[in-house]
């Protein structure tokens, strides 16, 4: 496990850990390599896992019946990425998560996740925490969508993915921002000729 040191010090944040806690949470991570364009959960199936994000980008997004997505989030480095509510229920998937390039997740199973609240009671602290923050930032942005104009909104989601907007289509951000992508196109023009 090439960038294990990642996710430790991404735990570090909010507790800390023995040499012999570091190795029992190690040894139930699987890394999985994941190449641009492949989904490590589809609409409909099991969610298993939740993903820590080692190397590149992934994005959850729901697909309705007409074929139309609606891109929930982006998971850059150091962040984690599932279908939370039927990660937590085992219920069937929701989201659809996708790579948008080359990535590599380390993936932690539910049960392996009980398991390790049961031996390192102060990973339910982590986890907590995590959650919490997960649940924050959707509401703050549920209220950005209902209250700003498309024009902050994407300026707020250049300050949150300051180093990834360049890796992401042009699509998938309008689809995060609930605008087209070509009036995403006229935001940025205008931006341009703000700035210029």
């Known amino acids: 496990m090439g960038e294990e040191h990642l996710i430790l010090k991404n735990i570090s944040r909010h507790i800390s850990l023995t040499n012999q806690e570091k190795s029992y949470f190690l040894s139930l ?47 850059i480095s150091d962040w984690w990425i599932t279908d939370m509510y039927c990660f937590i229920n085992q219920k069937p998937a929701m989201l659809n998560i996708e790579a948008l390039e080359d990535s590599s997740v380390l993936q932690l199973q539910k049960d392996h996740l009980d398991n390790l609240y049961h031996k390192v009671p102060k990973f339910e602290r982590f986890f907590r925490i995590m959650m919490q923050n997960a649940y ?61």
């Open 29 to 75: 991570l699987k890394e999985k390599k994941v190449a641009k364009k492949e989904l490590i959960l589809q609409q409909q199936q099991s969610c298993k896992e939740i993903n820590f994000v080692q190397t590149g980008i992934l994005r959850a997004f729901h697909m309705d019946t007409t074929g139309k997505e609606s891109t929930i989030m982006f998971a």
């Open 136 to 196: 924050i930032r959707e509401q703050l942005r549920t209220i950005e969508n209902l209250s700003l104009p498309a024009e902050e909104r994407y300026y707020n989601f250049l300050q949150k993915y300051p180093e990834a907007v360049k890796r992401i289509r042009q699509k998938q951000i309008a689809s995060y921002l609930g605008i087209t992508p070509e009036f995403l196109s006229l935001i940025k023009s205008k931006q341009k000729n703000i700035s210029s």
